[in-house]
């Protein structure tokens, strides 16, 4: 079965560091996404992303953050200069266009299983 | 004004048993989509069940039951015969709008442990 897989599964990094968090969606999908959910915590919409442009984002999604498309199947998250707070686990997510053969026509979001992020 | 509220942030159920978990939902848009996400202790999202706005009857997903009450803006799940791997987080979502690419809102989720 396709699934959305995401690197690295944890990540530890020194406050003021750049991380790049890595999404490979499945193939056929069109619409990407990512979340955070900070320890215990609900999950918060970070970004949406569609025909290479981010089609929303949050107000948590401010300007240390971007994302990108870098080839046919990657999607990536950069945080630009860490944060304690920004300790958290980011779900990349994605979705299939309606009318898509054999797929579902919910809206479901696909996600992955995680970048752990720690913050020291 | 809060999107989707899960007013329990904790339950214990007996194995078995069956569990309904409340979600309450805001929107004023006509076309939306309901869905269950379930998160165990490994941390993953997984995908339990969806009811469409305009669904008339109440999905259902082996184990899994969606208590949809339109009016009261309810979409409730209910596990029947619970197990002991019914023990997760379970997370109430709701998309506003049509199907194709609108986001997720999630509620804050309620914890349930099933006692052996």
């Known amino acids: 079965e396709p699934e959305v897989t995401q690197t690295p599964s944890h990540q530890v990094t020194q406050m003021g560091q750049e991380v790049i968090l890595r999404c490979v969606p499945i193939s056929n999908h069109l619409y990407f996404y990512w979340y955070r959910q900070i320890l215990g915590q609900k999950v918060e919409f970070l970004v949406s992303?569609?025909?290479?442009?981010?089609?929303?984002k949050s107000e948590i999604f401010d300007d240390q953050f971007s994302v990108e498309r870098p080839d046919g199947s990657n999607f990536t998250l950069k945080i630009r200069s860490t944060k304690l707070e920004d300790s958290a686990m980011y779900f990349c997510?994605?979705?299939?266009?309606?009318?898509?053969?054999?797929?579902?026509?919910?809206?479901?979001?696909?996600f992955g299983e995680g970048s752990r992020l720690t913050v020291l | 004004a809060q999107k989707i509220t899960q007013t329990q942030p904790g339950m214990f159920v007996q194995e078995k048993e069956a569990v309904t978990l409340d979600c309450t939902y805001d929107?004023?848009?006509?076309?939306?989509?309901l869905f269950w996400y379930k998160q165990p202790s490994s941390g993953e999202m997984i995908f339990l069940i969806y009811q469409g706005s305009y669904d008339e009857q109440n999905a259902t997903e082996g184990r899994y039951s969606l208590n949809f009450q339109k009016a009261r803006k309810s979409a409730n799940l209910v596990i029947s015969a619970s197990q002991l791997g019914d023990s997760a987080m379970y997370f109430c979502a709701m998309r506003e709008g049509p199907a194709a690419g609108n986001k997720l809102t999630f509620g804050g989720g309620t914890r349930v442990l099933v006692k052996p």
């Open positions: 992303f569609y025909n290479n442009e981010i089609s929303e």
């Open positions: 997510a994605s979705s299939a266009p309606l009318g898509l053969a054999g797929g579902p026509v919910t809206g479901e979001l696909f």
């Open positions: 929107t004023s848009d006509q076309s939306y989509g």
